[in-house]
Every structure is written in structure tokens, then in C-alpha cells.
Nanobody, 124 residues
Framework: QVQLVESGGGLAQAGDSLRLSCAASGRAFSSYTMAWFRQAPGKEREFVGAINWRGDRTYLADSVKGRFTIFRDNAKNMAYLQMNSLKPEDTAVYYC?????????????????WGQGTQVTVSS
């Protein structure tokens, strides 16, 4: 079992930066692929990015490439989403996820563990 807690969300203006954190507890964090998803009001939860267990490979949605980066610190059981050049369309609740089942990074159903989410609101 892995428990995930996100933090770092808040209000931002277009062009600002925010860093989201995901604190994990439980065993074997360092063996898990970690992912970030987001869900805007009235929309389905969508993939933002993922990072492999070693932290040397990341995968980002086209909508955030060049603006967002993912990294992790296995010694601290932490994963991060650095968000730069924020846009109003980035407004959503952001979730971290773990327990990837090994097929595709992009689907909600591929992850067993989820945090409660943190709200990010970007104004124009």
C-alpha cells in the first residue's frame, strides 16, 4: 500500500510558476512509476506526466511539454511537478498517482494509488 498526499497548489497568474509535491508513505516508493493527472471542472481526468522509478525517464502530455517537468527524490519519498509558464487552461485539480500496472502511462485505470488532489487555479 502507498499513501499519497499532494501539496503546493494555489492561485497563480498566467505566466507564473508553481511546484506541486507528492509525499508518499508506505513501502517500496522507489520502485513505483509516479504520475500526475489533472481534472478540470466538467472534464475527465487527464494525464499530465509520469516518471519512472529511477527518475531518468519522464513522459509528458503534449499540452504541457516545454512548460512542466517531473522529478523525484526517492530518498525523501517525494515526487514533484514543476509548472512554469502557467496558462488559464492549466486550472484543475492535480493528482499524483502510483502503482502503475505496466501497460500505458496515460490511463487513469493503470494506477492503483491516488492522492486526494490539490487545486491549481490560473487567472489570466
Amino acid at each position: 500500500q502507498v499513501q499519497l498526499v499532494e501539496s503546493g497548489g494555489g492561485l497563480a497568474q498566467a505566466g507564473d510558476s508553481l511546484r506541486l509535491s507528492c509525499a508518499a508513505s508506505g513501502r517500496a516508493f522507489s520502485s513505483y512509476t509516479m504520475a500526475w493527472f489533472r481534472q478540470a471542472p466538467g472534464k475527465e481526468r487527464e494525464f499530465v506526466g509520469a516518471i519512472n522509478w529511477r527518475g531518468d525517464r519522464t513522459y509528458l502530455a503534449d499540452s504541457v511539454k516545454g512548460r512542466f517537468t517531473i522529478f523525484r527524490d526517492n530518498a525523501k519519498n517525494m515526487a514533484y511537478l514543476q509548472m512554469n509558464s502557467l496558462k488559464p487552461e492549466d486550472t484543475a485539480v492535480y493528482y499524483c498517482a502510483a502503482g502503475w500496472r505496466g501497460n500505458s502511462y496515460y490511463y487513469v485505470t493503470e494506477y492503483d494509488y491516488w492522492g486526494q488532489g490539490t487545486q491549481v487555479t490560473v487567472s489570466s
